[in-house]
């Protein structure tokens, strides 16, 4: 699978992608930093990347429809530590393998899934 991390997702989560073989950028590989959410999501659109991110402008499907987009997750927990994201990440994996992703918007929580 192809992702995109945004610039606030810790780092260790393009490792833990990229030894699951998964091709992973990063904003910062592309230098993307800083730039504004619309550009983001636009750049996830044209490489047919998967984003994710801990942004919850990105959860607003007036502004991000996710059928336009090859798929959207974003981790929502009250610690946002990179322990607690790539544990986070790690858990969804799998699900990744049975679940179709594309057009859809993931809202990952430490106690469940949503799939919209």
């Keep these: 699978m192809k992702f995109k991390l945004d610039e606030n997702m810790p780092t260790l989560a393009a490792l833990v992608l990229r030894q699951k073989e998964h091709d992973v950028h990063t904003v910062f590989d592309e ?10 999501a636009e750049t996830c659109k044209r490489e047919c990347r998967i984003l994710l991110t801990l942004d919850t ?6 502004a991000y429809t996710p059928r336009k987009y090859a798929g ?16 986070l990440l790690e858990a969804i994996l799998p699900l990744l393998q049975t679940e179709p992703i594309n057009g859809s918007l993931w809202i990952i929580e430490p106690e469940r899934v949503r799939i919209r």
């Design 31 to 40: 230098a993307l930093n800083g730039e504004p959410d619309e550009k983001i």
């Design 57 to 62: 402008d990105f959860s607003d499907i007036r």
């Design 72 to 87: 959207i997750i974003l981790f929502r927990s009250h610690r946002q530590s990179e322990p607690q994201i790539v544990k």
